[in-house]
């Protein structure tokens, strides 16, 4: 995959603590920004399926009406056990 250089400025503090995370975890600049970046798309994505699935909760429900047969059939033969 062809890489891109570009140029980037942070403020100092910001800097500072990357600095001191990618030093404890011995990346180089580069990795440890990539490394972030794609944590970041991951956790946006992540949070947007989230949000989906809330909504369709939301929206439908839980599906309490099918259950399988099998589960049905196990459910009957439960309950005709003597305790």
Do not use: C
């Not at 990795?31 to 939301?58: D, G, H, R, S």
Request: glycine letters at 2%; hydrophobic letters at 30%.
């Amino acid at each position: 995959m062809r890489s891109i250089k570009f140029s980037i400025t942070f403020p100092e503090p910001l800097f500072k603590s990357i600095e001191q995370d990618r030093s404890r975890k011995k990346l180089n600049r580069s990795e440890f920004l990539q490394k972030m970046v794609n944590l970041f798309y991951e956790k946006t994505k992540e949070k947007k399926e989230i949000e989906k699935y809330v909504e369709a909760y939301k929206k439908h429900g839980e599906p309490t009406q099918k259950i399988d047969t099998r589960t049905m059939m196990g459910l009957e033969s439960f309950n005709r056990e003597r305790w």
